[in-house]
């Protein structure tokens, strides 16, 4: 395994009675990726994070983190892992300072008053130390949960739907979070989501799982620039560009638009077509192309070609 791979999974299955919930899953984390994990509910995603945080044992296959395998050394790999599954728990009547006290002494990890109030300042309720949770909004105990992920100091990081039911706000305050940890603490993070905008802000690569199997994995823009762009053409002769382009090699990339030409190009054949319209005295007066996240995931898990 290269030295620069953190989580390397290996035809990981995991089966309930009949129903497989994961299925021959293969994929590789690497040091320093903000690594998005996305797929459809149902798809397998918890089921794998709870094999993945050794809660659930797999039917088949192989997990290994910081090169040794989590089968034979589980208690050493977990104490360098910090996690959220689902939502975090805390005694609602102690303050968070008091929660991450005895999150530590819990753990059997001593966990210096110096070393609280830093995770505190990181998850910017530094504060708000010393104020009872019951008092805190839900992004702030989503917060303070990321902060019992980071008490120990961990080199990876799992979140399992951090911005789950959180206001604009506190999503926008969790991403700029998993960035801070990233580029400023240097550490890996592993993020399951549905909220496709945020992974395609903060994500370097992903994977998209359905129905338990890996889809497609690699780095987020080079998959968002390998298939379809919706382009929106102005030009000065609209109907004309459209005739010339119905006889065309592109006439079935054309879609219906009264406004606007639309096209639905790869990426190298939009200069081509900026080109040939130019060639036939069509002035093009604004070229927009856009493929988010959302439109290739769709694709993608509705199996249709990306």
């Known amino acids: 395994m290269p030295t620069d791979t953190i989580i390397e999974i290996k035809d990981l299955t995991k089966k309930f009675k009949n129903f497989t919930a994961v299925d021959n899953l293969s994929m590789n984390i690497y040091r320093g990726d903000i690594f998005g994990f996305l797929g459809p509910n149902g798809a397998g995603k918890s089921t794998t994070i709870r094999m993945m945080l050794s809660l659930i044992e797999p039917t088949a296959g192989s997990i290994s983190i910081f090169g040794k395998p989590l089968a034979t050394h589980r208690k050493e790999i977990l104490r360098n892992i910090g996690a959220i599954v689902e939502k975090p728990d805390f005694y609602l009547y102690l303050t968070a300072y008091k929660n991450l006290e005895i999150l530590g002494r819990i753990s059997g990890v001593d966990i210096s008053s110096k070393r609280i ?93 359905n129905k338990g199997r890996t889809v497609v994995e690699g780095e987020v823009q080079t998959l968002l620039n390998s298939g379809d762009f919706m382009v929106r053409i102005g030009v000065d002769k609209l109907q004309d560009a459209r005739i010339l382009l119905e006889k065309s090699e592109w006439k079935g990339n054309l879609e219906h638009s009264e406004s606007e030409l639309r096209l639905s190009l790869l990426q190298d054949e939009i200069a081509k077509v900026n080109e040939f319209l130019v060639r036939n005295e069509i002035a093009v007066h604004s070229i927009n192309s856009t493929r988010s996240l959302e439109d290739y995931f769709l694709n993608i898990t509705q199996g249709v070609p990306a």
């Open 117 to 209: 109030m830093e995770v505190l300042e990181t998850v910017n309720l530094h504060e708000r130390a010393h104020s009872k949770v019951k008092t805190y909004s839900y992004g702030m105990k989503q917060r303070l949960g990321i902060a019992q992920a980071l008490i120990h100091n961990p080199e990876l990081i799992i979140l399992d739907e951090p911005t789950n039911g959180l206001d604009p706000m506190g999503v926008k305050e969790v991403r700029d979070l998993i960035l801070h940890l990233s580029r400023d603490q240097k550490k890996t993070i592993f993020l399951s989501s549905h909220i496709l905008p945020e992974v395609e802000v903060v994500a370097s690569r992903m994977a998209i799982i």
